[in-house]
């Protein structure tokens, strides 16, 4: 096995297991087995299970984080350029949109969505502490929009309806394929473009709303 598929092999593995039995509840030897490779191989690459996560977060959210970065730094210019005030559904839309896409971007999308639904809703905080570390950048200009875009609310209002758009953000996420609703079953699977139209306006008007 080459060393590029070995990595890789064991990052795929992680992601999985990870998410399935989150950080604590899986071992070393259980990622070593699922992946195809020895214990070795797994200190030679990551030195450690902690920087192995940080190695699966980095993978995924660093691409992510690059086009959430991108629309709202847009956002903000477009605004100087037009000389009009920034669109708060703008702000919103700029994460709202390449999150609930990233879905559907490669066949383990899923499970490091379920991985990071784990780790927001756990009580240990080893991962989501690796997690918000990394979001900080977007999550700061994301504030800095709101900021100029309501000027008549509190930051304190803003940053909290801000991390309340996250967490409904990642409820969506987490359930979005299996959501029970009542006795006779479920709710058909929506697909990308039509959660985007339901949740944006969602969190549009919780920003928005009065104080």
Known sequence: MKQKDTKQNILDAAEELFAVDGYHGTSLRTITKKAGVNLASVNYHFGSKEELVVEVLRRRLVPLNESRIKKLQKVLLDEKLLQQPVGVEAIMRSFIEPTLKFRDASPGAMSFLSLIGRALAEPDDTVRKKFASMMEPVFHLMLEGLVKALPGYPKEVLF??????????????????????????????????????????????????PL
């Open 160 to 209: 909290w309806r801000l991390h309340f758009t996250i967490g409904a953000t990642s409820h969506t996420l987490r359930c979005i394929d299996n959501v029970p609703m009542d006795k006779e079953g479920k709710m058909g699977t929506l697909s990308t473009e039509k959660l985007v139209a339901m949740l944006l306006p969602f969190v549009t008007a919780g920003m928005e709303a």
